[in-house]
């Protein structure tokens, strides 16, 4: 395997945090606007009920910014405000918040990291969906990760999706979903309920797209309750299980956090997920890194690597030599680094939520809160029930331009929920048209 060797950098005190917590770019050619959702467009008096879980996150975004405004960051310890706004501010849709937050929390930008420009020389820059598909050919099982509060890298895994499911693969592994939820696949969307980090509706819609496509959703992590060396064993036992036994042909996608996908060393003094199934099965994962090459709130918390490739980004991308073998960070460990670009923000979104265009921005009126100082917005298909994971999220404040909603073509069930329950909005409205592809 082609690669640069040399000290990996990574913020461990986030990364193992998170890990163990229990739990593209171009506009659309020719798309047609969806109409905007104005203050007032009420169309049903259905829900008689608060939406309980937007009131609940508003009341935790609420509890936690204040807790923030008066604490010292750089503690990576469960109940700081850093470690839960990470995960709130990605659900509320504030992305770029997570990732200040994420940053805060590590204490320290990325010392250590080498000094050297990247060494593109002899190496090509390759769509990464096209780059692993091409991978995965021959391969039983795909593991590719994710930083929980980044959900760009839940939208690889989605467009990976369809592509491995025409190459055959049937199964999708996901970490932090819940055994409890057994009527997740005969409903075909899930709850808050149904997981951990389900409730950000990417992920949601990870778990959407992959039932809609045919795939067995399965649940395998074991982080709840289990200390960490446990769980690495019992996440590699629960794959052979779940999976191979029952399959012991299948193709498995595995979509897991952080260094679980590492096929060498040790996770907080065990050895990771990836590396116990490989000894229980013999087989190779192909094991695709999303974490380290990934933007950050400022670049000096950047490896050097990705502000040296970043520029010429436009999507998520691997780097193949003349052999077409990946450039990989760290070849004892992972088979693949992708490199993700830097967010471009359109109407206070960013272009990546396009999803290869598949989706088109619905404006929200700025009065749709009405009195209340902010609001969160939720678009949910009109087929769902209101405890569905929305397809999309957004808070929207008082004297701020809100940000659109990203959403395919179809019919979908507008709410604004207010902090103290009140749903001050309700409508139901038609996003997209024809799309192309960018």
């Known amino acids: 395997m082609f690669a640069v060797m040399g000290v990996i950098q990574l913020v461990s005190a986030c990364r193992q945090r998170l890990g163990s917590v229990a739990e593209t770019p171009a506009a659309s050619a020719g798309a047609m606007p969806a109409s905007p959702i104005r203050a007032g467009d009420r169309t049903s008096t259905r829900f008689v009920l608060m939406a309980p879980d937007a009131t609940k996150l508003l009341a935790q975004l609420e509890d936690w910014r204040g807790r923030a405004a008066g604490h010292a960051p750089a503690s990576a310890m469960p109940g700081t405000p850093e470690l839960e706004l990470m995960r709130l501010e990605a659900e509320a849709g504030n992305y770029a918040e997570a990732i200040r937050q994420a940053d805060a929390m590590s204490g320290l930008p990325a010392a250590g990291t080498s000094a050297a420009p990247f060494p593109t020389e002899g190496l090509s820059a390759v769509d990464a969906v096209q780059a692993i598909a091409s991978l995965a050919e021959g391969r039983r099982v795909v593991m590719i990760n994710e930083a929980h509060h980044v959900p760009q890298h839940r939208a690889l895994t989605i467009a990976l999706l369809r592509v491995l499911r025409a190459k055959g693969f049937a199964w999708l592994a996901v970490e932090t979903l819940y055994e409890s939820d057994t009527l997740l696949a005969s409903r075909g969307y899930p709850v808050p309920a149904s997981g951990a980090y389900v409730n950000e509706p990417l ?94 709130s400022a670049p000096e918390y950047e490896h050097s690597f990705y502000r040296r490739a970043a520029a010429s980004l436009a999507r998520p991308t691997v780097f193949l030599n003349n052999r077409g073998e990946p450039w990989t960070l760290d070849p004892t460990s992972r088979d693949v680094t992708v490199f993700s670009p830097r967010s471009k923000v359109e109407q206070g979104r960013p272009t990546w939520l396009r999803l290869g265009g598949t989706r088109v921005a619905l404006p929200v009126d700025r009065g749709i809160c009405v009195t209340a100082a902010h609001c969160i917005v939720e678009a949910r298909p009109i087929a769902e029930p209101p405890d569905a994971v929305p397809m999309d999220r957004v808070e929207v404040r008082r004297g701020v331009a809100p ?6 073509p179809g019919e979908f069930r507008i709410t604004a929920t207010t902090a103290d329950g009140r749903l001050v909005h309700e409508a139901r409205v038609q996003a997209g048209g024809e799309t192309a592809a960018p």
Do not use: C, W
């Open 203 to 296: 992920y949601g819609d990870l778990v959407r797209t992959a039932l809609a496509l045919g795939y067995h959703v399965v649940p395998y992590d074991n982080g709840f309750g289990a200390g960490k060396a446990d769980r690495e064993e019992r996440q590699a036992e629960n794959l052979v299980r779940r999976v191979l036994q029952r399959d012991p042909a299948a193709r498995l996608l595995v979509h897991a956090g952080y260094d679980h996908v590492n096929k060498s060393g040790l996770l907080a003094g065990v050895p990771p997920m990836a590396m116990a199934f490989r000894r229980l099965t013999g087989i190779e994962p192909l094991s695709v890194d999303q974490t380290v090459m990934t933007e950050h």
């Open 403 to 408: 940000p659109a909603l990203m959403l395919p």
